[in-house]
Every structure is written in structure tokens, then in C-alpha cells.
């Protein structure tokens, strides 16, 4: 069975300005440039994939700062501002997208960073590992200081859930802001890592984790109970 992988990050309302939703993505694209290859170079989405190589996106706050004025809600000001980005992969399955909103602060909407991970090629290879989806949640966690972001396999979250709403299921790799509480011990081969004074980074396992392997979903639902009683699983406040 194949299987898709994405990263996501979210948190409640928090009004930012452009400028400073701006510094986030700054950091966070600087952080990713420098952990793999994939994450080097980013264009702004087009009608094609021709269109999109001719919209190269600097990564520098001014850039983006520009770049993300341009998504604002020009209905709804407390629905902040949205930023798209593509890394223009040759290949298909190569290829990894980011959609995010910065700065909203409306009560029917949650801000949100999202990539989609790539599903073949070298790139899945280097990225769909443990070790480089910690340093991926690691940089959303320290760029946008989300209430909660995970990298998981899709195909598992949509197999424990069919409403699968931020924040209540198990993933790969899973991060808890601090004021969200405090991470129980766990069972191996879980690994549990700090995020400076930010919260607590989870990795479930070092291989990669599959919806296919019943010892990896059996660990996940090992780990949900504990984190239930632990009141840590429970849908973002916006």
C-alpha cells in the first residue's frame, strides 16, 4: 500500500502583521534550506509548472513580506494572511508544496503552516525518515509556535479518525507546546526531545512509520491512551 506523508503546524487565534508573519516564514525557509536540498529553492504557485519556475521566491523578510500582503482577506481582516509555495521539483512525486495562514484571529478559522511530503524518488528517500521529520517538525515549532504540529503518514491518521481535527491523534513525529501540558513517560522505542522552552517533540519510532506495519499502529494506540489520560489529545482552542 502506498502511503503519503505531510507535516502540519497549528495554533489558535493570534493577530500578527504581515511583517511579522513575514520573520516566521523567514525563519522557518532558512531552517529548511539548510537541513536538505528539497527545501533550497521555492516558487510562487502557477497555472503550471512553467508559469511557476518564473516566480522564484527570495527567501529574505522584505520578500516575503511583499509576498504575504498579497494573500491578505481583503472581505475579512481577522482571517489574516495566506502564503503558498511550491519547490519545483522536476518530478512529480518529488515535489513538496507549503500552505500556510499567518495572523488570524477570527474564532472560525485556525492558522496553520501544511506541507505536503514527497511520496517517491530521492527525495522521500532522505525526507520520510525520523531524523529528518524531527528537524522538520522542530523548525515549525520554533518558527510559527504552533499549539501542536505532526508529520505523519496520512493514510494511518485517516484509518484512527474520520474527523481528523488538529491536535487529536497520534503521529510519526509529534510536537505539544509547553502550556499544553506535560508529555508522560512512554513506552520504546519512543523517543522524547525538548524544544528549547517551547514543549516537547515525540518520535515515535526510528524506522519510518506505516499504516501497514500492526506494530506500528499498535505503538500509536499505546501512545493515544497514555496521552488521553494525560488530557494532552484534545482539539485546538481558537
Not at 520573520?23 to 522557518?28: K, L, M, P, T
Not at 510562487?44 to 522584505?62: F, M, T, V, W
Not at 522524547?192 to 517533540?201: A, S, Y
Amino acid at each position: 500500500m502506498s502511503e503519503s506523508y505531510y507535516a502540519g503546524a497549528y495554533w489558535g487565534a493570534r493577530a500578527e502583521s504581515a511583517e511579522q508573519c513575514a520573520a516566521r516564514a523567514e525563519i522557518f525557509l532558512s531552517t529548511l534550506a539548510s537541513a536538505d536540498a528539497s527545501f533550497s529553492h521555492w516558487f510562487r504557485q502557477g497555472k503550471s509548472r512553467k508559469d511557476a519556475l518564473k516566480h522564484p521566491i527570495e527567501i529574505s523578510r522584505a520578500a516575503l513580506e511583499q509576498i504575504i500582503r498579497r494573500g491578505k482577506d481583503r472581505v475579512v481582516e481577522e482571517l489574516g494572511f495566506r502564503f503558498s509555495a511550491w519547490n519545483g521539483a522536476s518530478a512529480d512525486d518529488e515535489a513538496v508544496s507549503i500552505d500556510a495562514t499567518c495572523g488570524g484571529h477570527s474564532k472560525r478559522v485556525g492558522n496553520f503552516c501544511f506541507l505536503q511530503l514527497p511520496h517517491g524518488g530521492p527525495s522521500a528517500e532522505r525526507l520520510l525518515t525520523a531524523r529528518s521529520l524531527e528537524v522538520l517538525v522542530r523548525a515549525m515549532a520554533m518558527a510559527w509556535e504552533p499549539d501542536s504540529a505532526v508529520a505523519t503518514s496520512a493514510t494511518h491518521r485517516d484509518t484512527v479518525t474520520s474527523t481528523p481535527k488538529p491536535g487529536t491523534f497520534v503521529g510519526w513525529v509529534t510536537y505539544f507546546a509547553r502550556h499544553l501540558g506535560e508529555v508522560p513517560p512512554l513506552p520504546a522505542p519512543v523517543r522524547i526531545e525538548p524544544v528549547e522552552d517551547k514543549g516537547t517533540l515525540v518520535v515515535l519510532t526510528p524506522e519510518r512509520f506505516t499504516a501497514s506495519n500492526p506494530a506500528h499502529v499498535a505503538l500509536a494506540e499505546q501512545v493515544r491512551e497514555l496521552w488521553v489520560r494525560a488530557g494532552l489529545l484534545k482539539p485546538l482552542q481558537r
